[in-house]
């Protein structure tokens, strides 16, 4: 089993701390036989040419392999990962692109073939794949421990690229739309109303954007381009999952709260607001 991450808890104070510890724990996580085993496996077999049939055979590769895209729950769908592959990224009627999900579009990408029938991977794309592999890794460790902070890990990762690569705040829009943990944290964090997903996706679209301008600012897509604009989010995000789940032993005044929410007259929920946004 690899060295699991050392956490204190959900909570804003928690988050702070694994970003001040992350780069020494992850590097002591990455250490793991596990980890280094896969990290091994990988840099060996991908840096030369190899067929799907091999990638597929191999269940000790597919598994890193998946996991470098978020993918690792579909490793037992080999006939579907064979056919997302296969398909390629670019054909419209290709399985990749029907199912309209960005991960699966980019591990199409990764390893189409060439006409000879071999995938081929620059050492730089195995590096990228490896590293995206141990960041992921390292995600789900923490999110075994306290699922907030693996989505907030997620959201810091790829929101910036997302708001930068856009070709225009709508395009943006749709992407997260399509990104189920994104979604998560938006729907938290901009207070979303039940049944948003439920909305014509023109309409999901339109409201994050309305929305977005009254949390982050006019320009929310080039603020979440910004370390400023996704700590800001990521901060929201972790209140409001606070405010949903309670407060725990971190979060800012909770034993003031503890000793005034037992006095008659004040209600919990309203404290606790109070508190928490002293935390801002």
């Keep these: 089993m690899p060295i699991p991450p050392s956490l204190i808890g959900g909570s804003l104070p928690g988050w702070a701390f694994l970003q001040e510890t992350r780069e020494r724990q992850q590097a002591t996580f990455e250490s793991s036989t ?31 392999v998946l996991q470098s895209f978020g993918l690792q729950d579909e490793i037992d769908k080999g006939a579907f990962i064979r056919r997302i592959i296969s398909d390629g990224p670019d054909d419209p009627q290709g399985f990749a692109r029907r199912l309209n999900n960005t991960d699966f579009i980019e591990l199409s990408r990764t390893f189409e073939a060439d006409p000879d029938g071999l995938i081929r991977l620059s050492d730089t794309e195995v590096d990228n794949l490896i590293q995206a592999y141990q960041d992921e890794a390292f995600e789900v460790a923490v999110g075994e421990q306290e699922p907030t902070l693996r989505l907030a890990l997620n959201f ?71 370390d400023e604009g996704v700590q800001t989010t990521v901060r929201k995000f972790i209140l409001q999952t606070q405010l949903q789940n309670g407060p725990d032993a971190l979060t800012p005044g909770a034993s003031a709260l503890t000793l005034l929410s037992a006095g008659a007259g004040f209600g919990s929920q309203s404290l606790s607001s109070l508190i928490l946004s002293n935390a801002v």
Excluded: C, H
């Design 34 to 64: 596990d980890i280094q085993r896969n990290v091994d496996g990988m840099r060996e077999k991908l840096t030369q040419p190899f067929t799907l049939d091999e990638l597929m055979g191999d269940r000790q590769l597919l598994r890193p």
């Design 156 to 226: 810091e990762q790829e929101i910036g690229d997302l708001a930068r690569d856009a070709a225009s705040d709508r395009s943006f829009w749709f992407k997260v739309i399509g990104s189920a943990p994104l979604m998560e944290v938006f729907q938290a964090a901009f207070i979303l109303p039940d049944g948003f997903a439920n909305l014509d996706v023109d309409k999901q679209a339109d409201y994050l954007q309305n929305r977005a301008e009254q949390q982050i600012g006019s320009d929310p897509r080039a603020i979440l381009a910004t």
